[in-house]
């Protein structure tokens, strides 16, 4: 074959030693000390493990009452932000589809306003010093309601 190989791999074999030690340094430090002090998250943000919600706590039980109202204000953040994100791709939808944007951009409305009263079920009229106690009394009060006079999607489709 001629010296032209020769050279190639001679050259490929100072360019792999050359990276081989600059990188195993780096490989060794990532795999040894990086990986195994690393918590494992399957997700960027941190999740909190699920705590007994308010109707399973005992009435004289302060902590899980605490700990129910902070995992209530937890999804109530989260549940804004789902909103927050569906409406800002609603938005972006329509200033793209421009001037078809209302045939276009209908299925994103849809889910928005779903969304949008699912949200409202769950935390609308409560206040701003709103609590699990309190959604768990809305919901309570709802079912009761939808019990004796029927859904109130069936009610308004009568009218």
Not at 19 to 43: G, L
Not at 124 to 153: N, P
Request: overall charge negative.
């Amino acid at each position: 074959m001629g010296h032209g190989g020769d050279d190639d791999n001679l050259f490929r074999a100072f360019m792999h030693s050359l990276y081989s030690t600059i990188d195993a340094p780096v490989t060794w430090f990532r795999e040894k000390v990086v990986e195994p002090n690393q918590k494992k998250y399957p997700w960027y943000h941190q999740t909190f493990r699920r705590v007994p919600t308010i109707d399973q706590c005992y009435t004289d039980d302060a902590v899980c009452d605490f700990e129910a109202n902070a995992q209530f204000k937890r999804d109530k953040l989260v549940d804004s932000e789902i909103l927050s994100i569906l409406r800002q791709r609603y938005e972006d939808c329509m200033l793209y589809e421009s001037p078809d944007h209302l045939s276009m951009c209908k299925p994103l409305l849809d889910k928005y306003k779903d969304a949008e009263e699912a949200w409202f079920i769950k935390y609308g009229d409560l206040g701003a010093y709103s609590d699990a106690r309190k959604a768990y009394m809305k919901q309570k009060h709802r079912m009761i309601w939808e019990r004796r006079h029927g859904h109130l999607s069936e009610q308004t489709k009568e009218q």
